[in-house]
């Protein structure tokens, strides 16, 4: 598949490795969950999707909890979320979403990357168009699961496609579906591993080998920023 592929998919692989960064974010993710729907993960079914990703992350049970007990201590930090846009190295478009208590920092750290690679942060909104937002669940394909059957019962709930790769089922729908698609799934016993909102290029863009070694380089720095919760491109 090429030289390239090699290297984003091994970078990949290497950064959400760094567990010293990657469960921080998972953290804030639960905090704000808690803070924002209350503790119980029975009540809260945002709160209940982020425990649930720490946990296919192998986040310990220890971290979970004390990342829930942040969000009702009296100084508690307040996160902002915040989006922002860019053309990076060879013309990529970067949708970044950040959860900050510093924005004056985050936005300051996030111009820096886009500039230091040649690239640059945009107006917000002026990529909005080029992506298209969807609730994503991931989960093991199991010899008793009929995908037709399951797409019957979801398509209420807001369902536009399910796809098998391998051994791995993904399910698509709108954002404003989130909810109902996973309260779908759990009616259906499913394990989901993985669960969130993405944003999906609507007009992906093939690069040269050389053009996403210059792109990923860019992208690591973004990554690496405890204040980037995740960051989408339109690479296809």
């Known amino acids: 598949m090429g030289r390239a592929f090699e290297y984003r998919r091994a970078a990949k692989e290497k950064r959400w490795d760094k567990m010293s960064k990657l469960f921080p974010k ?48 009296k100084d508690a930090e307040t996160f902002s979320e915040m989006n922002y846009e860019g053309k990076g ?53 199991t010899e008793d699961m009929d995908l037709e059957e399951m797409e019957l019962e979801l398509i209420d709930g807001g369902l536009d496609e399910i796809e098998q790769l391998e051994d791995k089922v993904f399910v698509y729908g709108d954002y404003t579906a989130f909810g109902s698609l996973s309260s779908g799934l759990e009616a259906m016993n499913i394990d989901v ?13 093939e690069f040269t080998e050389e053009q996403l070694i210059d792109i990923e380089k860019m992208l690591d720095k973004i990554e690496d920023d405890d204040d980037i919760q995740q960051v989408f491109t339109n690479i296809a």
């Open 26 to 73: 998972l953290g804030k993710a639960i905090t704000m969950a808690a803070k924002e729907g209350g503790s119980d993960p029975d009540m809260n079914a945002t709160l209940r999707t982020a425990i649930k990703n720490a946990k296919s992350q192998n986040m310990p049970k220890d971290n979970i909890e004390a990342a829930i007990k942040r969000a009702t201590a």
């Open 89 to 141: 190295p060879h013309g990529v478009l970067v949708f970044v979403e950040c959860a900050t208590d510093n924005p004056t920092r985050t936005v300051a750290n996030v111009k820096s990357y886009f500039n230091k690679a040649g690239g640059s942060v945009v107006p917000n909104g002026s990529l909005e168009y080029m992506f298209n937002r969807k609730s994503v669940f991931e989960f093991e394909k």
């Open 193 to 205: 591993q993985k669960s969130n909102l993405q944003r999906i290029p609507t007009q992906p863009v």
